[in-house]
């Protein structure tokens, strides 16, 4: 299961994924609360302190987190997430 998350509120969500034709499931933290605990809130003295930072985690069957990832390039984290998934369930 894909999940992504943000600071934005329900609705915001849904409007952005309805415009993009995003097809996973988004999550709003507009408290930060889920941020603070994944390590993507910012200083809230950052210039950018209202978006979190970019990450993705590969959670394994057990439900911990296997990899972090801080995503720097959008068009090639697709593929290395899903080879990380796949070496994963082979071991």
Do not use: C
């Not at 998350?5 to 930060?32: C, H, Q, T």
């Not at 997430?81 to 369930?89: P, S």
């Amino acid at each position: 299961m894909i999940l992504g998350i943000s600071y934005d509120s329900v609705e915001e969500n849904k409007s952005f994924a309805e415009a993009e034709g995003f097809p996973f499931k988004l999550l709003s933290d507009p408290d930060r609360s889920v941020g603070e605990l994944y390590g993507t809130k910012r200083p809230d003295d950052h210039e950018y302190a209202m978006a979190p930072r970019r990450f993705s985690y590969l959670i394994d069957p057990d439900g911990k987190i296997a990899k972090a990832y801080v995503v720097k390039d959008v068009v090639a984290h697709a593929d290395e997430v899903l080879a990380d998934l796949n070496e994963l369930l082979r071991s």
